[in-house]
């Protein structure tokens, strides 16, 4: 067990709705990063936020924004899903950020279908 | 180009065999680190073993270990003594000093282990 819990598991949503993934990180970890798994393949980087503020961004539009709030939650939301959206959505946590040898904690992920 | 290539989409082991999946990475980095992660059919990503890009030693735990060859960047997790619930999915990540504090996963790597 990581300690990183994410809600909801699974989720089914439609074309152009939008979509709102939490995540609870370990006590103490400051930093959360979200990833999305398309069928198939690895996990992709979103972006990462530390002490509350974004801390870095993969090559993902502005429609998929977060939120991290100082009790150690964390929010993903996507606007205007599209069927590519699909995917499964993990979080990991981990205690400080700009630290190469850091572990990143993964939660079970949520299964986003968008039909 | 690929950060981290995992060439083997697909390995079959007999049970209490050990086995060997590949793992290459590019960067220019100096200072990086090297994970893998286990991966089962229920989604969460588990922490299995990490390798600085200045560890002489190469890393082990328990029934892990991680075959480190600097110089022709690759990072091979080794299982030994394979059991039935080491069937999943294993990734290989990389995590740089530079850039945006992310893992970059490979494609992973399908462990089926045979009784």
């Known amino acids: 067990e990581t300690g990183v819990t994410q809600s909801p598991t699974h989720l089914i949503k439609t074309r152009g709705q939008q979509v709102t993934l939490r995540c609870s990180s370990q006590s103490g970890h400051n930093t959360v990063s979200w990833y999305q798994q398309a069928l198939g393949q690895g996990p992709q980087f979103i972006f990462q936020?530390?002490?509350?503020?974004?801390?870095g961004r993969g090559n993902f539009p502005p429609r998929f924004s977060g939120l991290q709030f100082p009790n150690y939650s964390s929010e993903l939301n996507v606007n205007a899903l599209e069927l590519d959206d699909s995917a499964l959505y993990l979080c990991?946590?981990?205690?400080?950020?700009?630290?190469?040898?850091?572990?990143?904690?993964f939660g079970p992920g949520t299964r986003l279908l968008v039909l | 180009a690929q950060k981290i290539t995992q060439t083997q989409p697909g390995m079959f082991v007999q049970e209490k065999e050990a086995v060997t999946l590949d793992c290459t990475y590019d960067t220019s980095d100096q200072s990086y680190g090297l994970f893998w992660y286990k991966q089962p059919s229920s989604g969460e990503m588990i922490f299995l073993i990490y390798?600085?890009?200045?560890?002489?030693q190469n890393a082990t735990e328990g029934r892990y270990s991680l075959n480190f060859q600097k110089a022709r960047k690759s990072a091979n997790l080794v299982i030994s003594a394979s059991q039935l619930g080491d069937s999943a999915m294993y990734f290989c990540a990389m995590r740089e000093r530079t850039g945006a504090n992310n893992l970059f996963f490979g494609t992973g790597t399908r462990l089926t282990v045979i009784p």
């Open positions: 936020y530390y002490r509350e503020e974004e801390n």
């Open positions: 990991a946590s981990s205690v400080g950020t700009s630290v190469y040898q850091e572990t990143q904690y």
């Open positions: 390798q600085g890009s200045y560890d002489e």
